[in-house]
């Protein structure tokens, strides 16, 4: 119970009920995740990373790119979808690998583990995610296509740095001079 003066002058009670059982239910439910197949049929046709551009023939059609997080080859499809997967990988600039961690996929805000990638050694590099995909078996059939988007990461930065030049390109015929 609760008194309460009202401007008028007159007092007020007001009956305040908590239930410690209504907390307990609270504390109890869980967000139930959505099978991947679904979550893919709901956001295949129609979300902000996917980019649709129009074959260069009539024969070759539409073809679908996605820019999401955790989509290594940007293709969209079932397979490579940073979205609807439990388990993702994404290499990105810095160098640095982002895995999804499964178990806490529905909360995306605790769902990401970076790891930092030697960026000036890429032997350590490769052999870091082979020792976080293939040996754990963590998405081991994107393995090499992390370690292919991991190579070529590493050879831009290599000319962006400064370490590598770019070779000189001949304009014509006799460009000689």
């Known amino acids: 119970e609760l008194a309460v003066s009202h401007e008028d002058?007159?007092?007020?009670?007001?009956?305040?009920?908590?239930?410690?059982?209504?907390?307990?239910i609270e504390r109890r439910l869980k967000m139930s995740p959505a099978p991947e197949a679904l979550v893919f049929e709901i956001v295949k046709?129609?979300?902000?990373?996917?980019?649709?551009?129009?074959?260069r023939t009539n024969r070759s059609g539409r073809i679908s790119f996605s820019t999401e997080p955790g989509n290594l080859k940007n293709i969209h499809s079932s397979k490579f979808s940073g979205i609807s997967k439990d388990r993702t990988i994404d290499?990105?600039?810095?160098?640095?690998?982002?895995?999804?961690?499964?178990?806490k996929a529905s909360n995306p805000s605790k769902a990401k583990r970076v790891v930092p990638m030697n960026s000036k050694n890429f032997r350590?590099?490769?052999?870091t995610i082979a020792a976080l995909t293939e040996?754990?078996?963590?998405?081991?059939?994107?393995?090499?296509?992390?370690?292919?988007?991991?190579?070529?990461?590493?050879?831009?930065?290599?000319?962006?740095?400064?370490?590598?030049?770019?070779?000189?390109?001949?304009?014509?015929?006799?460009?000689?001079e």
């Open 45 to 55: 046709k129609n979300h902000c990373f996917l980019q649709k551009r129009n074959g």
């Open 91 to 103: 290499i990105s600039a810095g160098p640095t690998m982002t895995l999804k961690v499964a178990k």
């Open 135 to 176: 040996k754990v078996h963590y998405r081991s059939d994107l393995a090499d296509i992390a370690n292919a988007r991991y190579a070529k990461l590493y050879s831009a930065s290599q000319y962006s740095s400064g370490v590598k030049t770019a070779p000189e390109v001949k304009a014509g015929r006799n460009s000689s």
């Open 124 to 127: 350590k590099s490769i052999a």
């Open 9 to 24: 002058g007159r007092d007020i009670t007001v009956l305040i009920w908590f239930s410690p059982q209504a907390s307990d």
